[in-house]
Structure formats: structure tokens, C-alpha cells
């Protein structure tokens, strides 16, 4: 079946360094989504991506779509502890009906 | 604007006793209804969807179940629990049609501590 993978599973840093996760599929995607999750909290919809090649930005974070939409980044920019939490892509194929989770990358940040 | 409820915020429950987890969503109309289990410091692990009332799909075989009664309203469920249950599980909702058509909004969770 299809499978999302996300590295990495942790991620330490100091406070103003950057931060990568990075998601790949084992199968074509329609398109793909970045969720927020906060210690103890739901995850939170981020963004979605759907063409090929696509870069989003939001601020200090930027994500981008592969061009053979298998894959895809979230990069924070000079990262706040207000970022800290656990990132999770999701993808689907074209007429699923679910979304198939990555297993997060959670960040911490050392103030 | 739409919003998902669910309940009971956190839980204590002994080994072998029933569970019911409810989810309502308002705002929508004939959403996709999901549920999901983390256990701590994992992932998201996908247990049952609905694409309709009755319809429930059922991703991991175990002792929960999932029922549609409504449109709008998804019930989480099991006869007698295990220590293995014990989670954060997440109701979420998608909307069938429209422009954010993939887009998994998540209720704010409920802790299950089976003792």
C-alpha cells in the first residue's frame, strides 16, 4: 500500500538555526499537505501543495513539492521556540479518500 | 463557519470496561469522518473513516468499532478495553466537495488512559 515516509523523527536545535523535514512517497501524489502539531495539542492544517515543482512560502517557513510529486520539505528559517512541536506531511493519491500520514518530525529548540 | 467537536476531553478507564468516543461536526454537510490513534510521541495511525452515514471503513483490525448514526456525528467505540488503547485519538472531518476538498481538519483529542 502506499507509504509516506518522514525524516528525520527528531530534531534538536538553537534558537535562530534552521530546521528541514523531509517527506517521500512510494507512489505518485495528487497532492500533499503539512500539518502542526503542538505538545499536547491536535495537528493543525499548515498548507497544501499540488502542482509539480510547487514552492509555498508562509513567513519564515517554506515547503516545497517535487517535481515527480513524490516529495516534499518544510524548511523553518531561523527558527523561534514558538516552532517547536511535531511536523507531519500527508499525502493522497488522486480519489482516495484518506490521507496517508508521515510519522512526524518533532523539533525542539534550545532557547 | 465549520467546527468539530468531540468528547470526553481526557479519560481514565479499567481494563475491560466499555468505551465511547463522540465526534459532531457543524458546518458542513455530508463530510468524510476519520479517526485517528497517537500513541505518545508517535505518529498519526489511521483506525476508521466514513464517506456516509453506516459507511464505516475499518483500516486496523482490533477491539474498537466506529458507527455513522448521523451525518454529522461519529462514534468511536469498543466492548472491553486493553492496556494496548490507551492513546491520544483524534476525530477529524473532510469535506467531500470544493476547493480544500483534501484538507483534515482534527478535533482537539481525547486522552485514553486505560489502567
Known amino acids: 500500500g502506499q507509504q509516506v515516509m518522514q525524516i528525520p523523527q527528531y530534531q534538536h536545535v538553537q534558537e535562530g538555526e534552521d530546521f528541514t523535514t523531509y517527506c517521500n512517497s512510494s507512489t505518485t501524489l495528487s497532492n500533499i499537505q503539512w500539518y502542526k502539531q503542538r505538545p499536547g495539542g491536535h495537528p493543525v492544517f499548515l498548507i497544501q501543495?499540488?502542482?509539480?515543482?510547487e514552492v509555498k512560502k508562509q513567513k519564515r517557513l517554506t515547503f516545497q513539492f517535487g517535481e515527480a510529486k513524490k516529495n516534499s520539505s518544510l524548511h523553518i528559517t531561523a527558527t523561534q521556540t514558538t516552532d517547536v512541536g511535531t511536523y507531519f506531511c500527508a499525502g493522497s493519491i488522486q480519489g482516495a479518500q484518506k490521507l496517508v500520514f508521515g510519522q512526524g518530525t518533532r523539533l525542539t529548540i534550545n532557547p | 463557519s465549520q467546527t468539530i467537536h468531540q468528547w470526553p476531553a481526557t479519560l481514565v478507564q479499567p481494563v475491560g470496561s466499555p468505551l465511547s468516543l463522540e465526534c459532531t461536526v457543524e458546518?458542513?454537510?455530508?463530510?468524510?469522518l476519520y479517526w485517528y490513534r497517537q500513541a505518545a510521541g508517535r505518529g498519526l495511525q489511521l483506525l476508521f473513516y466514513s464517506v456516509g452515514i453506516g459507511q464505516i471503513s475499518s483500516e486496523v483490525p482490533q477491539n474498537l468499532s466506529a458507527s455513522r448514526p448521523q451525518d454529522r456525528q461519529f462514534i468511536l467505540s469498543s466492548k472491553k478495553l486493553l492496556l494496548s488503547d490507551s492513546g491520544f485519538y483524534l476525530c477529524?472531518?473532510?469535506?467531500?466537495?470544493?476547493?480544500?476538498?483534501?484538507?483534515?481538519?482534527f478535533g482537539e483529542g481525547s486522552w485514553l488512559t486505560v489502567v
Open positions: 477529524a472531518w473532510r469535506s467531500a466537495a470544493g476547493a480544500a476538498v483534501n484538507t483534515i481538519y
Open positions: 458546518g458542513t454537510s455530508n463530510p468524510n
Open positions: 501543495l499540488v502542482k509539480s515543482g
